[in-house]
């Protein structure tokens, strides 16, 4: 049967040469015996682990020096779709050598780097990125048997996007430090929520205790809040609040005493006027839109030196940053 009958032609030119041959070739699959371990003089471990989002299960064979944690031999055994086979292989070729400490430090994206033919282009299609975690999983399951621990104790962090292993914590620290204000600018910085989209909002290919939209929204509520305190502990010790430091509702109130202070009363004498439809945000920006009314709105200078004038005084009195925007 062709390929193509197989996968969607343009899915499969999505995987890297490398996770094709694996599909078909893998190197380490098979299993591992005690008569295997006894001979190598060290201890077998077997570890499952299930991905209960596409019902595929790995099993994980590690053959351990006891007096070193070093892995002499690891095999697998895959029952799941040919990106889980290639991603399994993958991640025993990577445990070999390395003690069970360092194997745990074994993150998806490296199996997922691993896979590619160029730095630069992804193994597999982001919707099968979650295969690589299961491969992931599986490892600390193993580590968890070999050291008689919980597995999830070698998870210090809460993890929102398994796909890019990114941390509730970074995701916060990311947001306010970059002032994001979007999940496509998380995405671009982090990388959560490029892959299989699962964490990004309720309803994806499994259910998550954290999303991204939530997290979002959670973080600006927070920054407004203490904003808010910061500004009103100013006012209270008589301190003068910057421009910057304003709230969006307390920025909007300063332009628009601005413009009735500085603009409108001329507008009017022409027979004009002007309001203030939005205010927003734009990385270092504010961006002030408004709507001509009157004679205003036909006039040719409004989009010239009429707009040049209320940009001007804005900036004067309030912040250089300030741009104003006709709709």
Same mark, same amino acid.
């Given at each position: 049967m062709a390929k193509q009958d197989l996968i969607g032609g343009s899915i499969w030119e999505e995987y890297s040469q490398k996770v094709q041959d694996l599909m078909n070739n893998p190197k380490n699959?098979? $299993?591992?015996?005690?008569?295997d371990a006894k001979r190598l003089g060290g201890e077998l471990i077997v570890a499952d682990f299930g991905a209960e989002s596409c019902g595929d299960a790995v099993r994980l064979y590690w053959i351990v020096d006891p007096k070193t944690d070093k892995i002499l $031999?690891?095999?697998f055994k895959s029952f799941g779709c040919g990106t889980a086979i290639a991603s399994s292989d993958t991640m025993v070729e990577l445990c070999k050598g390395k003690t069970v400490d360092e194997a745990v430090k074994i993150t998806n994206i490296d199996v997922e780097k691993a896979m590619r033919d160029t730095p630069e282009t992804p193994a597999v299609p982001p919707q099968k990125m979650h295969c690589s975690?299961?491969?992931?999983d599986v490892i600390k399951k193993a580590a968890s048997l070999y050291k008689g621990v919980d597995m999830e104790s070698f998870e210090d962090e809460i993890i929102v996007c398994e796909c890019a292993r990114v941390s509730l914590q970074t995701l916060k620290e990311v947001i306010r430090l970059n002032d994001l204000k979007t999940v496509e600018e998380i995405t671009d910085y982090t990388k959560a929520g490029a892959f299989c989209k699962s964490c990004i909002k309720p309803g994806g290919h499994e259910e998550r205790e954290y999303y991204l939209v939530d997290i979002l929204a959670e973080t600006r509520k927070e920054m407004e809040e203490e904003k808010l305190k910061a500004t009103a502990d100013k006012q209270a010790s008589g301190e003068e609040i910057s421009f910057n430091d304003m709230t969006l509702v307390q920025k909007i109130k300063a332009i628009d005493s601005v413009i009735d202070e500085s603009v409108r009363q001329y507008l009017i004498m022409d027979g004009g006027n002007m309001e203030v439809l939005d205010v927003k945000q734009n990385g270092q920006y504010t961006d002030v839109y408004i709507r001509y009314l009157g004679a205003c709105s036909g006039c040719a200078s409004s989009t010239?030196?009429?707009?040049?004038?209320?940009?001007?005084?804005?900036?004067?009195?309030l912040d250089p940053n300030i741009r104003v925007l006709p709709i």
């Amino acid at each position: 049967m062709a390929k193509q009958d197989l996968i969607g032609g343009s899915i499969w030119e999505e995987y890297s040469q490398k996770v094709q041959d694996l599909m078909n070739n893998p190197k380490n699959q098979g $299993e591992l015996t005690e008569e295997d371990a006894k001979r190598l003089g060290g201890e077998l471990i077997v570890a499952d682990f299930g991905a209960e989002s596409c019902g595929d299960a790995v099993r994980l064979y590690w053959i351990v020096d006891p007096k070193t944690d070093k892995i002499l $031999e690891a095999k697998f055994k895959s029952f799941g779709c040919g990106t889980a086979i290639a991603s399994s292989d993958t991640m025993v070729e990577l445990c070999k050598g390395k003690t069970v400490d360092e194997a745990v430090k074994i993150t998806n994206i490296d199996v997922e780097k691993a896979m590619r033919d160029t730095p630069e282009t992804p193994a597999v299609p982001p919707q099968k990125m979650h295969c690589s975690v299961m491969a992931y999983d599986v490892i600390k399951k193993a580590a968890s048997l070999y050291k008689g621990v919980d597995m999830e104790s070698f998870e210090d962090e809460i993890i929102v996007c398994e796909c890019a292993r990114v941390s509730l914590q970074t995701l916060k620290e990311v947001i306010r430090l970059n002032d994001l204000k979007t999940v496509e600018e998380i995405t671009d910085y982090t990388k959560a929520g490029a892959f299989c989209k699962s964490c990004i909002k309720p309803g994806g290919h499994e259910e998550r205790e954290y999303y991204l939209v939530d997290i979002l929204a959670e973080t600006r509520k927070e920054m407004e809040e203490e904003k808010l305190k910061a500004t009103a502990d100013k006012q209270a010790s008589g301190e003068e609040i910057s421009f910057n430091d304003m709230t969006l509702v307390q920025k909007i109130k300063a332009i628009d005493s601005v413009i009735d202070e500085s603009v409108r009363q001329y507008l009017i004498m022409d027979g004009g006027n002007m309001e203030v439809l939005d205010v927003k945000q734009n990385g270092q920006y504010t961006d002030v839109y408004i709507r001509y009314l009157g004679a205003c709105s036909g006039c040719a200078s409004s989009t010239t030196g009429t707009l040049y004038a209320i940009e001007s005084v804005l900036k004067e009195k309030l912040d250089p940053n300030i741009r104003v925007l006709p709709i």
